[in-house]
């Protein structure tokens, strides 16, 4: 069995809102990806979800990949996300470049500030873009749901086959 493929997923946001659906609906594309990746070749991908508020610097060392989600909280991300890159930036430095990363967003505005405001701390982490972050305007509608599926599904499925 090859080595598995690990991604993490940290999210902010409230239970049953709209970040969370978006998390649900990457969690279903992960999923897809996992079991295909299994089929395949006896790929294993493992998915560590963590709420940003409670996920650790072990966590964020024990990823492959990491795919990030956050409300757009006036403009910027969430404070939850906040705190978590507040909390590992310094323990992970030098020790996490090159990691694949993804990123979504519920906006209520437009999401571009908290698009900017993310990418440019995971600049510092040394990370590497794997999509364009996944920004939804409003409640998620089918066609969003299926984008963060896809999202989820993209990151995972290049895990598994090596191509990040």
Do not use: C
């Not at 978006?22 to 395949?40: C, P, W």
């Not at 940003?52 to 990491?66: I, K, M, Q, S």
Request: proline residues 4%; aromatic residues 8%; without cysteine.
């Amino acid at each position: 069995m090859n080595r598995p493929a690990r991604l993490l997923l940290v999210y902010g946001g409230h239970a049953g809102g709209r970040t969370d659906r978006l998390r649900a609906a990457a969690v279903e594309g992960i999923a897809a990806a996992a079991a295909e990746a299994l089929a395949a070749d006896g790929t294993v991908i493992e998915l560590r979800e963590r709420r940003a508020l409670e996920a650790t610097v072990d966590d964020l060392l024990w990823a492959g990949g990491v795919l990030l989600g956050t409300p757009e909280h006036f403009g910027y991300m969430s404070g939850a996300l906040k705190d978590f890159f507040d909390r590992s930036f310094y323990p992970a430095q030098g020790r996490t470049e090159g990691t694949p990363w993804a990123l979504f967003v519920s906006a209520g505005n437009d999401g571009r500030g908290t698009v900017t405001a993310v990418e440019r701390i995971v600049a510092g982490y040394g990370w590497q873009g794997i999509a364009e972050p996944l920004r939804v305007v409003g409640d998620p509608d089918e066609a969003a749901l299926v984008r963060a599926r896809e999202l989820g599904a993209t990151l995972a499925a290049g895990l598994a086959a090596g191509i990040f």
